[in-house]
């Protein structure tokens, strides 16, 4: 039986130890390559768009000829104002694409040692650098599965059966339950999306599926308004998982990974974040045949595409 990819030398091709043993300069160079693609690493002004620049190399920064402002490679991008060498930036990224399931942020605070707070907010920089390219706004086309899954709002229940009360009814529930509906199409993207019930996944549908798609359910009653607009083919759950090629596999898949991320790694995710989580095991999903190298330096791509985060600059001045 031929090896898996995942298990084979092919898809290891970056390692802590060769970070580290390269060192600071090679981690720099490697963002500037990133960051200045079209020009192998040589600044461009983030102003005026100017080729020619200063390399001010006492501070590792860059002045434009043109315009004279000075910038380094994370200004404008979601590492601006950062503290860490960039060298512990990669490492984290590495650290961040080789975990299938996730990290916690505190074993990720104790490999990079730093803060608790730090890692946490680096984490959810790298998720929305993440979602930059699971969130394209692009139509899914060809053959999509749909299908939700609830999480979060878990109460506990009295430990008397006596006082125990009926925490299906919404007087009894926390507020904190959020469902995250999935729309995956085979052999491409993952388009996960938040929302308060499993039922908002038909207008979500009508907005981001095309009307030349065909797709898959399950037997919950809500999904019937989609044979409106598609041919869909259903599933009961209560039989069978799959029915002579009708199924929602790659979508359960998906649930499966982000199931065991929020259980397993961070036990607790705030309904504030939860969209990040779904966003990052959209794009671990959607990656999952890529060596840890492309895995790692696509990251780096698109944290230096992104702008400067509105919800994480001066998270901790809350100037948010």
Same mark, same amino acid.
């Given at each position: 039986? *031929? ?10 091709? $970056? ?43 006492? =501070? =590792? ?25 960039? +060298? ?14 996730? !990290? ?74 959020? @469902?995250?509906? +999935? &729309? ?40 019937? &308004? ?5 041919? +869909?083919?259903? @599933? ?39 969209? /990040?989580?779904?966003? /990052? ?14 895995? *790692?330096?696509? $990251? +780096? ?6 702008? !400067? ?12």
């Amino acid at each position: 039986m *031929a090896q898996h990819f995942l298990l084979s030398a092919a898809a290891r091709t $970056l390692s802590l130890r060769t970070i580290y043993k390269d060192g600071e300069e090679a981690a720099y160079a490697k963002f500037c390559e990133m960051r200045w693609p079209e020009t192998n690493g040589d600044a461009i002004c983030p102003d005026c768009g100017c080729c020619e620049t200063y390399k001010i190399t006492t =501070r =590792r920064k860059f002045k434009c000829k043109a315009c004279s402002r000075q910038f380094s490679v994370t200004s404008g991008t979601i590492f601006a104002s950062r503290k860490m060498a960039f +060298v512990d930036l990669l490492a984290a990224i590495c650290i961040t694409v080789n975990a299938a399931k996730g !990290v916690s942020m505190v074993q990720l605070s104790r490999d990079l040692d730093c803060q608790y707070k730090t890692a946490f907010v680096l984490a959810h920089k790298l998720r929305e650098a993440m979602a930059s390219e699971v969130q394209t706004g692009a139509m899914l086309q060809g053959h999509i599965e749909i299908d939700g899954a609830y999480f979060g709002g878990h109460i506990r229940p009295e430990n008397h059966k006596a006082d125990r009360k009926d925490r299906r009814l919404k007087e009894h529930q926390n507020g904190r339950r959020r @469902v995250v509906v +999935v &729309m995956r199409e085979r052999h491409g993207r993952t388009l996960p999306i938040v929302t308060m019930s499993e039922a908002d996944g038909v207008v979500l549908a009508n907005e981001n599926v095309d009307r030349m798609a065909t797709m898959s359910a399950d037997e919950a009653s809500h999904w019937d &308004m989609l044979h409106n607009g598609w041919n +869909v083919d259903r @599933v009961n759950h209560s039989e069978v998982y799959s029915d002579h090629g009708k199924h929602t596999n790659w979508a359960e898949s998906y649930f499966s990974r982000l199931r065991r991320m929020v259980v397993g790694q961070h036990h607790h995710v705030s309904p504030q974040y939860l969209h /990040q989580y779904a966003n /990052q095991a959209a794009w671990l999903e959607d990656n999952r045949r890529k060596d840890n190298g492309a895995l *790692a330096f696509g $990251l +780096v791509q698109n944290a230096m595409g992104c702008p !400067v985060s509105r919800a994480w600059k001066g998270y901790w001045q809350k100037v948010a």
